[in-house]
């Protein structure tokens, strides 16, 4: 119904220079699940039977129930369609976002723990319970005293051999679970993270399962005290909780025992390796990093169509007013996201891809992968949730004044983006453990040690030469590659070798030395992701089953990463050589000409991520760009416009203005 869309945006799709469907493919990996889909979203969201209440007006206890219902009316559909788990994974994707909600710690981390760290007979047990929804889980390891330092945590789990039994207690304050997602009023069940005592030892964290609310009257069971932790920035939606333990008692074979046990003596024991139990962090780090991606393509894909839709000021003395995004520094604020939305897709499959490789090596008991993996998608959720979140602002700055109203579903996002930054690993600790990687790998290398893949560059740090380009080749693959590797090599150089001459030439203590290297270690495990980021990013322009006209945008917007890249960073391309200062304003134009080159295709580049209007949530970014008539009813929606005049008018207005024109 072309005639209903916003004539600016038919025009922008109509000069598009390339077939959006077939980019769309190329996203999604094929027409076919591009196909599938879209069936799992139609009947998500096309289904009458959901009401799909706008959050924005409700109290936040309303929201709260919204979401609870749906979920469980999702909960209840998926068995009834009969999906396939992953179509089941979709299906509730689409309907309840992933972030907050009564039941998405459950089907996510929950149900990921059981997978992975239960042994055969508890996976028999509680698995298909999860996996029905006859009980609800979350994931209750943050403390209020810890959540980063997890040797930190201060709940206990004592094996006590005469009942054969766990005593799980939390003796501190801070030893309070605090913020597990679905505690503080949904959950039936948890996983917890406890320290381990048996036989008058600490081992260490492990995870055990237990039963938390009666499943006659949802109560808290004896010895457990339960709440909800209050509002927060964002994710009102959900109950996050906290919760205490009062000497509670549990079986033996509630500890999750798939990688260590406890005999029924008490013996402890252990198979393959101890760092597994943070298994389902990993899993979750390569989730979120996906997780960053959809959020930052749909902040985009808002700020482009509406910048297209909106018109303002002259740029031409006369002429009618232009739409937004013909100003070149709106380009500049809205392409390069774009393009890290483009970068960030690629890079999320290939992570994907490794994971997947290393957990099916660990299946056969081989853990060869797993710090390589580990370093990997902590570095990556760290970097691309905050490219995420620093774009998702400024798409919503971009928006001018409608950006700052939740009607531009971008403060959601925002909000909602906030949580991955610092969620599953804050995102300067992740980094850390990134760099720790890093530099364990470069000493390797220095001692001749072959490196795995994502780190094999290192080896050249000694020969990498300055190669003299000049700015003019700066739209080259290869160089553009080459430029992030040499930067990353020399980064990780700097802060390894920093650390040890504060070590041998400082006498400071390895733990100072760290410490107080701690700033350039973070810089070279950004550097790291980012190289990884462009060399995915090439790899897949070139490899991209698309026509030339496809490729020719592709290209582009991967030019406009890597030299947006360079042009912010350029003091670090500039300080190993890699650049000279005359080369920098001629990358600077490259880079501005690449943003009036976006222009003609901005509109079909953002449809091709193939967001569902009911996915956005959002009046600036609907497909049809009709924008302000959405606008003026999405505000007569307001319950404070229920009545022309407000009640509380009467009770507060009207006597205070009747009193104050009395004294006149
Ligand atoms: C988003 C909404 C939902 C949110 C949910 C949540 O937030 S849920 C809550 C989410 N909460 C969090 O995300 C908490 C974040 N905190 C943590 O994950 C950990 O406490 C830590 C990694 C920061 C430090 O741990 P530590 O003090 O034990 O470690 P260390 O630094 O001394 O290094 C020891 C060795 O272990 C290695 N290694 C470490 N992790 C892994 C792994 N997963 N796999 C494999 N290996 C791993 C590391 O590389 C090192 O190897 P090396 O060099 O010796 O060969
Ligand atoms: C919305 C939301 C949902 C959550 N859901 C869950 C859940 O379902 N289950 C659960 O168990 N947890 C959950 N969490 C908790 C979350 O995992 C932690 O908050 C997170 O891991 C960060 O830990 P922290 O709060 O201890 O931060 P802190 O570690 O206290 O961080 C504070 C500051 O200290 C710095 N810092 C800390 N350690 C270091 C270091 N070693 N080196 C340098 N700097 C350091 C950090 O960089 C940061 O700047 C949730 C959190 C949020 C916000």
């Not at 979750?284 to 894909?301: D, G, I, K, P, W």
């Not at 006369?318 to 937004?324: F, T, V």
């Not at 690449?594 to 953002?606: G, N």
């Amino acid at each position: 119904m072309a005639q209903l869309v916003n004539p600016d945006l038919v025009r922008e799709r109509s000069r598009a220079s390339f077939d959006t469907g077939k980019l769309t493919a190329v996203l999604y990996g094929g027409p076919d699940e591009v196909t599938r889909k879209r069936r799992i979203e139609a009947l998500a969201l096309k289904d009458p039977d959901y009401t799909h209440e706008d959050l924005n007006y409700l109290c936040r206890e309303d929201q709260y129930v919204a979401m609870l219902k749906k979920s469980l009316m999702a909960a209840r559909k998926v068995r009834e369609l009969g999906l396939s788990e992953r179509d089941r994974d979709s299906y509730m994707d689409f309907l309840l976002d992933w972030r907050a909600g009564a039941v998405n710690l459950h089907r996510t981390m929950f149900t990921l723990t059981l997978q992975q760290q239960g042994n055969q007979e508890q996976r028999a047990k509680w698995l298909k319970l999860a996996e029905d929804f006859s009980i609800l889980g979350s994931y209750l390891q943050t403390e209020m005293g810890h959540g980063t330092f997890l040797r930190g945590l201060e709940t206990t789990a004592t094996y006590d051999p005469s009942t054969q039994e766990f005593v799980l207690h939390s003796p501190t304050l801070t030893a309070t679970k605090w913020w597990p997602g679905g505690l503080g009023l949904t959950v039936t069940h948890g996983v917890v993270m406890a320290q381990l005592y048996t036989q008058g030892q600490c081992m260490g964290p492990h995870m055990f399962i237990l039963q938390l609310r009666s499943l006659d009257n949802h109560k808290p069971l004896p010895g457990i005290i339960i709440g909800d932790i209050g509002p927060k920035y964002g994710c009102n939606d959900g109950d996050n909780g906290f919760l205490r333990f009062h000497q509670v008692r549990i079986p033996r074979d509630n500890m999750l025992m798939r990688f260590a046990q406890v005999a029924e003596d008490g013996t402890y024991s252990m198979v393959l390796d101890p760092r597994l139990i943070y298994g389902t962090m990993v899993s979750m780090r390569v989730r979120l990093t996906e997780q960053s991606n959809f959020a930052l393509a749909r902040a985009v894909t808002i700020a482009v169509r509406y910048s297209c839709v909106r018109h303002q000021s002259e740029l031409t003395p006369g002429e009618p007013e232009p739409q937004i995004l013909e100003y070149q520094t709106q380009q500049y604020k809205l392409f390069p996201h774009l393009a890290a939305a483009y970068a960030f897709w690629f890079t999320v499959q290939t992570l994907q891809a490794h994971y997947e490789q290393v957990n099916s090596r660990l299946q056969e008991g081989d853990t060869s992968g797993l710090q390589e993996v580990h370093a990997l998608s902590a570095g990556l959720k760290a970097f691309t949730s905050l490219a995420a979140h620093r774009g998702i602002d400024e798409c919503r700055l971009a928006c001018g004044g409608h950006g700052y109203s939740h009607a531009s579903g971008l403060i959601y996002l925002l909000t909602s983006q906030a949580v991955i930054v610092t969620g599953e690993g804050e995102a300067t600790v992740m980094l850390l453990q990134l760099a720790r990687y890093l530099v364990k790998c470069y000493a390797k290398s220095q001692a001749g040690a072959k490196l795995p893949s994502t780190v094999s560059y290192l080896q050249t740090v000694q020969s990498a030469a300055v190669s003299g380009v000049t700015a003019r080749d700066l739209n080259n693959f290869d160089v553009l590659t080459e430029a992030y590797q040499h930067r990353a090599a020399r980064l990780v150089k700097d802060a390894a070798e920093g650390v040890r001459f504060k070590v041998v030439s400082e006498g400071q203590s390895e733990s100072d030395a760290w410490n107080n290297s701690l700033v350039s270690l973070v810089k070279c495990a950004e550097a790291h992701s980012h190289f990884f980021v462009v060399k995915t990013f090439v790899e897949a322009v070139r490899r991209a089953d698309v026509d030339d006209s496809a490729r020719a945008a592709l290209i582009s917007l991967c030019q406009l990463y890597a030299l947006h890249g360079i042009c912010e960073q350029a003091g670090d391309f500039l300080q190993h050589g890699f650049l000279t200062g005359p080369d920098l304003p001629l990358a600077r134009s490259q880079m501005c000409s690449l943003l009036s080159k976006v222009r003609s295709d901005a509109v079909p580049l953002v449809d091709a991520f193939d967001f569902h209007d009911q996915t956005l949530q959002s009046v600036l970014g609907r497909y049809d760009g009709r924008v302000y008539e959405h606008l003026y009813q999405w505000a007569k929606k307001s319950p404070l416009n229920k009545a022309q005049v407000h009640e509380s008018y009467y009770r507060y207005l009207q006597p205070f203005l009747q009193q104050n024109r009395a004294k006149l």
